[in-house]
């Protein structure tokens, strides 16, 4: 049986659009391919260098012999269990806080040039301050991650917040709408879009931070399997690690963009 040309009966702009999209589906295959064949390439110039299949058969050795009697799944979860818990907090309290900073002049005077001191200092700079006071257990990691992950949910709603079209909020005011109600009815709807660019980088920023402070003391997690590998000169597992940090960095993503076009089905269109 003979497979009809898809491009038949198509308009000129038409046949481009359809050859673009094709493009698009097959462009990330060959990046792919690309990424492994520089990888061979590297690992056969440089002795230290492992090569994928050596980095597979220690992704494999994770599972017959666990770390810490953790598997590499299980290290992942620990990670992801920590960015949920500061993420919980940087959603909350981060959101709250935007919105007041971003709907109030007399809030924004008032905490503003704190806030900027406070997202000003790097994330990392925390570390030996929090260690000094609470020490290396869990909570600590946790409140690294906060650190480093509140303010970019802050200032995404701030912006999100300052930039409402006036004329929304007059429409509110004409029809004797409450300041609560042009907040919570105008102003925070519209400003969604910019909430959820905060969602997306905090979550990234909470994925990196975790891995830094897991690298610099922890029993388990991603950043603790590098830092074993490290320590360990065991290249295949500080592959292993960073590759599983790709993968559920991009997982991540994926998720938190698949909640905003389910919650902002309007900006399907744009992206």
């Given at each position: ?31 792919v ?37 953790l ?5 992942v ?74 303010a ?7 912006a ?38 905060g ?19 922890a ?53």
């Amino acid at each position: 049986m003979i497979k009809k040309d898809k491009t038949v009966n198509m308009s000129a702009a038409e046949i481009h659009e359809y050859r673009m999209n094709m493009l698009y589906k097959v462009l990330p295959i060959f990046s792919v391919l690309l990424l492994i064949a520089l990888w061979l390439l590297a690992s056969s110039g440089v002795s230290d260098f492992p090569s994928p299949a050596e980095v597979w058969e220690r992704t494999v050795r994770l599972f017959t012999n666990p770390i810490k009697k953790l598997n590499l799944f299980s290290h992942v979860l620990v990670s992801l269990k920590r960015i949920g818990i500061a993420l919980a907090f940087d959603w909350t309290f981060g959101i709250a806080f935007g919105v007041l900073i971003g709907w109030s002049p007399r809030a924004k005077a008032f905490f503003g040039p704190l806030f900027n001191a406070f997202r000003a200092v790097p994330p990392l700079a925390w570390i030996p301050l929090i260690t000094l006071w609470f020490g290396i257990g869990e909570f600590p990691k946790i409140l690294i991650v906060i650190f480093g992950s509140l303010a970019s949910i802050v200032v995404n709603v701030q912006a999100g917040l300052s930039t409402v079209e006036k004329m929304y909020l007059d429409v509110g005011t004409v029809f004797n709408a409450s300041p609560a109600q042009r907040l919570f009815k105008i102003a925070i709807p519209a400003s969604l879009d910019a909430i959820f660019a905060g969602v997306r980088t905090s979550t990234s920023a909470a994925w990196m931070v975790v891995l830094a402070a897991e690298m610099l003391g922890a029993n388990a997690g991603v950043g603790f399997l590098i830092s074993r590998g490290m320590d360990s000169i065991d290249m295949p597992l500080v592959l292993t690690g960073m590759i599983a940090i790709g993968i559920v960095g991009a997982i991540l993503a994926i998720i938190t963009q698949f909640a905003e076009r389910l919650i902002c089905p309007w900006t399907r269109k744009r992206k």
